[in-house]
């Protein structure tokens, strides 16, 4: 009976039930694109986070840069040898990027800390390699002529004479290349720069080459320097053998070489030190916790969280995903509220033009429960019909996005130690400020099954407000009324 009674009456109210479902279903529609794009936007702020850390890294420790002595000097400075007519020059400049250096028993220090899972250690150095060759300049001597009147008959007669030496010629014509230069740890290759990237050729590094003499190159050095693999190259006058080619999983990697720690220790003059320290916690959870514990026992550190690296990405990306998380949300609430109670109103105003049909039905023996029931029972029906509708439409406004694929800029400031750029600091060295702190990331917009598990239980629950307005108003009929809409 209660069937079939519902079924005619939606049948007979078509336009009213497709008004309430189609209220319902903006507003679960809506939904579900905000927290779709809301889900594409963390992935993107993971992707941005991820070019800067290892994949799997909780926070890194470092030592922030302290200020230069006074009379000091940090520009560059290189040494030529002697010059002959046209001598070739090459000289490389290697200095440590970032922060202070840590002693590397930092690093077993960090991974006793409570909370910490594991720990590595690394060692940045920008190089700067010049080359070109000195032309000698060729002294000549200029002579000058003239006529001079010797006083008295028959004088006089012209003169010459020889002036300064003058150089002609010569010159210096030298090529600047900067580049970085990563030293890890070969036994933990799961944290650290190398972590962010996979090897599309050849192979990485094994535990025991430890202080051999080879080298992983990132894919955009290789390409633009034209190595492969057993490839070599120089810093300093050591020779390295490139083995690997290494292709970031995420954006543009910040470092052009990696080298075993002990080799790159050596080139820097930095026995035993690193700038870095990779840090991942047994639970990500505690993360500020084990921050804390970090701060607390090493003094004069630094210790940086991906929250402490979100808060400096600015950009477009920034700005998308504050209106997303802000705007679009409180929006979104907004709607639905405004959509519950269209229903119930709807629903309520539906009841009220039925006042003959429940007097008449409670006349000839239905109990309120039933009545409340029949309409809670319709209102229900509207509600799932208004959450399939939402979620199909939810999940078109989502493809969308994803089809479109709308990109979005991440700029990437800095936090502890180092500036950024400058020599001794920042990410990969002078001149790559412009294409490793600015990264261009393609929005998408994921729809889980909790985003439709959220969709069915809003439908469900606009469905029992609207009912349950509806059905308050239906109870309270008595069949008195029917009998005065009769008359």
Do not use: C, H
Request: hydrophobic share 35%; no cysteine; charged share 15%.
């Amino acid at each position: 009976m209660f069937g079939i009674y519902l079924k005619r009456e939606l049948s007979r109210r078509k336009k009213a039930a497709l008004v309430i479902a189609m209220g319902l279903a903006l507003g679960i529609a809506l939904v579900i694109t905000v927290n779709s794009v809301s889900a594409g936007m963390s992935q993107a702020q993971d992707k941005v986070l991820k070019s800067l850390y290892g994949l799997g890294t909780d926070m890194t420790v470092t030592k922030a840069q302290s200020a230069p002595k006074a009379g000091s000097s940090q520009g560059p400075s290189f040494k030529f040898g002697g010059t002959s007519t046209s001598s070739s020059q090459s000289s490389d400049r290697v200095n440590t990027q970032g922060g202070q250096v840590l002693a590397s028993s930092l690093v077993t220090k960090v991974a006793a800390q409570k909370g910490v899972s594991s720990a590595v250690g690394s060692l940045t150095l920008n190089v700067t390699k010049v080359d070109g060759s000195f032309t000698q300049g060729k002294a000549k001597s200029s002579t000058t002529s003239g006529s001079s009147q010797q006083g008295g008959p028959g004088g006089g007669g012209g003169t010459s004479s020889t002036g300064a030496p003058q150089v002609q010629g010569g010159g210096a014509n030298f090529n600047v290349n900067s580049y970085s230069v990563a030293g890890i740890d070969v036994t933990n290759q799961t944290l650290g720069p190398l972590s962010t990237s996979k090897i599309t050729s050849g192979k990485t590094f094994t535990t025991a080459q430890t202080n051999a003499k080879v080298a992983v190159v990132s894919a955009s050095y290789a390409k633009s320097k034209k190595y492969k693999v057993g490839s070599t190259f120089k810093i300093s006058g050591t020779k390295f053998t490139v083995i690997g080619v290494a292709t970031p999983n995420s954006s543009e990697s910040t470092v052009d070489v990696y080298l075993p720690l002990k080799q790159a220790q050596t080139l820097g003059d930095s026995k035993n030190k690193v700038t870095t320290i990779y840090v991942k916690a047994t639970d990500s959870k505690q993360i500020s916790t084990v921050k804390s514990t970090i701060q607390k026992n090493i003094s004069g550190t630094t210790v940086t969280t991906s929250a402490d690296l979100a808060s400096t990405v600015s950009g477009s990306l920034s700005t998308a995903s504050n209106l997303a998380t802000s705007v679009g949300k409180w929006l979104s609430i907004a709607v639905l509220i405004a959509a519950f109670l269209v229903a119930a109103l709807l629903t309520s105003s539906a009841v009220s033009r039925r006042v003959r049909e429940f007097g008449t039905l409670k006349a000839l023996g239905w109990p309120s429960r039933k009545v409340t029931r029949q309409v809670v029972g319709e209102s229900m029906v509207n509600g799932l019909i208004g959450g399939g509708l939402g979620i199909a439409l939810g999940l078109a406004a989502a493809y969308t996005v994803t089809a479109i694929s709308p990109k979005l800029t991440a700029q990437l400031g800095s936090t502890g130690g180092g500036g950024q750029g400058g020599p001794g600091g920042g990410q990969g060295g002078p001149g790559r400020q412009a294409t490793t702190n600015t990264l261009e990331i393609a929005l998408n917009a994921p729809v889980s099954l909790t985003t439709i598990a959220l969709a069915v239980g809003l439908a469900v629950t606009g469905g029992l407000i609207a009912g349950a307005m509806g059905g308050w108003r239906a109870s309270r009929m008595r069949p008195a009324d029917a009998l005065r809409s009769v008359s």
